[in-house]
């Protein structure tokens, strides 16, 4: 019944490790999106996947990295875990009609904490 | 480029109290949708309205109203006779109206507490 779910939706590890959360949405949206909350509560989009093609990727380091085997999912892994990783990461998918951008509804989150 | 502010970080009010947040955009578009988001203590976004460029007019849902101004740039969000439950982080939103949710921008939030 959920629209937009993440997993995990905790996730805690040590720097240098590499995690990945995954992302899956059943609104049969053509577009998903990834972003960071940080600790000031500021929204930033980082990538966004149309039909399976990278659209945007916001300047974040390469240790992130999106992948979609599908466009009802769209998974973020994260190489060398770094402490600036701490955020909340929100998983968002819309559908892009004709170029117009329809409202994006989110996932519960992902609160990462990197120790 | 597109712009998002939200003057009030904070705002607290008394249960059953009127309270207005204001949102100011810029863009040079003349297609864009403005959005208000709320998180509330739980963390998660719920969608709260989606307004396109073209339709000015107020929208009233229950407690909630918009005012869209653009003349003025403002998106501007009341909750009439507020609840604790309204306590929150609301989002104003801005996307321009090309592709793909590349120009998709969040406002800083103001953080609403509504006290017993």
């Known amino acids: 019944d959920t629209a937009v779910s993440q997993t995990p939706k905790y996730l805690v590890t040590q720097m240098g490790n590499d995690k990945s959360i995954k992302c899956e949405q059943n609104?049969?949206?053509?577009?998903m999106y990834w972003y960071k909350q940080d600790s000031k509560k500021f929204l930033k989009i980082m990538f966004s996947?149309?039909?399976?093609?990278?659209?945007i990727n916001e300047t974040v380091p390469n240790r992130f990295s999106p992948k979609s085997p599908d466009k009802a999912h769209l998974n973020l892994h994260i190489n060398s875990l770094e402490l600036g990783d701490s955020a909340v990461y929100f998983c968002?998918?819309?559908?892009?009609?004709?170029?117009?951008?329809?409202?994006?509804?989110f996932g519960p989150g992902t609160r990462l904490l990197v120790l | 480029a597109q712009k998002v502010t939200q003057a009030q970080t904070e705002i607290s009010v008394v249960e059953k109290e009127d309270v207005t947040l204001d949102c100011v955009y810029e863009?040079?578009?003349?297609?864009?949708?403005l959005f208000w988001y709320k998180q509330p203590p739980s963390g998660e976004l719920v969608f709260l309205i989606r307004?396109?460029?073209?339709?000015?007019q107020n929208e009233i849902s229950g407690r909630y109203s918009w005012n869209f101004q653009k003349s003025t740039s403002s998106f501007n969000f009341t909750i009439t006779a507020s609840q604790v439950v309204d306590s929150a982080v609301y989002f104003c939103?801005?996307?321009?109206?090309?592709?793909?949710?590349?120009?998709?921008?969040f406002g800083p939030g103001t953080r609403l507490s509504v006290l017993p």
């Open positions: 609104l049969g949206h053509d577009t």
């Open positions: 939103a801005l996307s321009e109206g090309d592709n793909y949710g590349q120009n998709f921008v």
């Open positions: 863009t040079r578009d003349t297609t864009y949708y």
């Open positions: 307004r396109n460029s073209f339709d000015e």
């Open positions: 996947y149309n039909n399976k093609e990278l659209i």
């Open positions: 968002a998918s819309s559908q892009v009609s004709g170029g117009t951008q329809e409202t994006q509804y």
